[in-house]
Each structure stands twice: as C-alpha cells, then as structure tokens.
C-alpha cells in the first residue's frame, strides 16, 4: 500500500479501510506513506472500527464510537488493531479497540454495533444550514500526501472562522466497498478533518489543534461517496481545552451523524501579537 517511488499516488480511503487480519483478534492496517510523518487521526479511527466491524455478526451496523488519541501515529509504519469483543446481545455489541505501533498505544476506542429496528420512530430537530449545492460550487481536491482522495466545495457561511472553514460540503471520490459498516467507515474518516473551534476568535493566531478525543454517532448509514455537509460550532474554551460539536447531512437535508470533539487549546505556547 505504500507508494513506490516519490510522486506516486497515495492510497485511496477504500484501500486504506481494507485490514488485514492477524491472529487473536488482531488486524494490521499498511503504512500509507515512505516517509515519516504524523497520521491523520481521522484515518486510525476509520481503522479502528473498521477492524471492530470485522467482527460483529452480520447485519450489525456501527452506530456511535468514542475514541482517545493517546500518541501520534507514523504513517510510514503500520498500525496494529486489537479488538475486545466485550458484548454480543440480541441486537446489540459492544467492541473496545486499541490501535498500536510496536509498543505505544497511539488510540483507544469503544463502539457499538446494532441491527436495525423494522420500524422505528424519526424525528430530527436539527435543520441543516442554507448552503449552496456542491454542483454550484469550485471543488477542491484536498491534500492528498495526508486526506487520499477527499474532495471539498466550501459555501458561503455567514458566521466568521479564522484560516479554515468549518462549515464544507465533502466526499471521497473512490468508490468504497458496497458495506455499510465501510460506510460507516467513510463517513467517520472524514469527520476527523477541520475542526469547530476555528470559529473563537482567538484560533487566528493558532497552528493545528491537536484532537485529544472524538466521539461520533452515526444516525443515518449514508455513503460518503456522496456530497456530504459537514457543519462545526465550538461550545467551550477552557483549561488548555476546547470542545466543539457538528453535524454531518446528506444533500437533502438529513442529519445523518453527530460529533462531538475535545482539542488542545492552549494560548500560553503561543508569541504575543506584535502591536500594531
């Protein structure tokens, strides 16, 4: 999976969902890179329940997860995935995962796994936001050498953020494999890419937040081979810390996951302004 020789393609989000399994409940992801550099934590999470859905009965599908980024990941080493098959019931399991490269624990994550109910009441408070459709928008192909094959259209938001948006319609462009756990999959690789605190003013001097946890409930199994709006908005910045929540809706209108994540926030690090 790793690319050949420099200038040669990354791999796909596809082919990066595709483990290997080892023995005793172990599965293996490949490194996605020649040179050293730090994972993308939305990638390990995608593994990681990828890995648990390898092991669930069939016709489960995942519904929530709660993930710790524990460590930064190499990507040009491979990652190793431990699944814990903690519960199997009459509708529901339970799974708890730990991601390793050699010794260090990089993630650690518990999910769940349901059978669909036949019939089930829908309600939805959350509308989505007015945003122009994609095919209206310029499409951006998003830095392959860390997001494979991501693809973003940005729409106008009313609201201010500082150096990213943190409202974008996305998709990954591959096709995945016709599974909805692999969609399941999809959809939590990409809901790891911008972040909701760049709407706090103080984000414009700040560089890359560094995620410490990411917990996600998957409402609706939708393909991320599809227009996608994701739609971010921080709660809180205190101790070092800020927590922001989103939305994730398919194109006509259905909220089809929730998250919630908590990244590094800390203003002491950073050079003071230089007055004007």
């Avoid at 995942?62 to 431990?82: C, E, I, K, N, R």
């Avoid at 494999?177 to 790891?192: I, M, W």
Wanted: aromatic share 6%; net charge neutral; hydrophobic share 40%.
């Amino acid at each position: 999976m790793v690319p050949s020789r420099p200038g040669a393609r990354p791999p796909t989000v596809a082919e990066v969902l595709r483990l290997k399994e080892l023995p005793h409940g172990r599965f293996m992801a490949d490194p996605v890179s020649p040179v050293r550099r730090t994972l993308y934590g939305g990638q390990v999470a995608a593994q990681a329940l990828r890995a648990a859905s390898l092991t669930v009965p069939d016709g489960r599908v995942a519904h929530s997860l709660h993930a710790y980024f524990l460590a930064a990941g190499d990507a040009s080493a491979p990652v190793v995935f431990t699944v814990e098959r903690d519960r199997d019931g009459g509708r529901y399991s339970g799974r708890r995962i730990t991601a390793l490269q050699g010794d260090a624990v990089i993630l650690s994550m518990s999910c769940s796994f349901s059978r669909p109910a036949a019939e089930a009441t829908e309600y939805q408070a959350a509308a989505m936001p007015e945003a122009e459709p994609p095919g209206r928008l310029a499409t951006y192909q998003l830095n392959a050498s860390r997001t494979f094959d991501l693809e973003a259209c940005v729409p106008d938001d009313p609201q201010p953020c500082y150096r990213w948006p943190a409202r974008l319609w996305l998709r990954i462009r591959e096709p995945l494999d016709d599974d909805p756990n692999v969609r399941a999959c999809g959809v939590v690789f990409l809901s790891d890419l911008c972040t909701g605190l760049t709407r706090v003013p103080q984000s414009a001097e700040k560089a890359l937040l560094t995620s410490l946890d990411h917990a996600v409930w998957l409402h609706h199994n939708r393909t991320p081979n599809e227009w996608l709006l994701v739609d971010l908005h921080p709660l809180v910045t205190a101790g070092g810390r800020g927590v922001y929540t989103g939305q994730i809706y398919d194109q006509r209108g259905t909220l089809a996951a929730t998250l919630t994540q908590e990244s590094l926030f800390d203003h002491a690090r950073l050079p003071k302004p230089t007055p004007k």
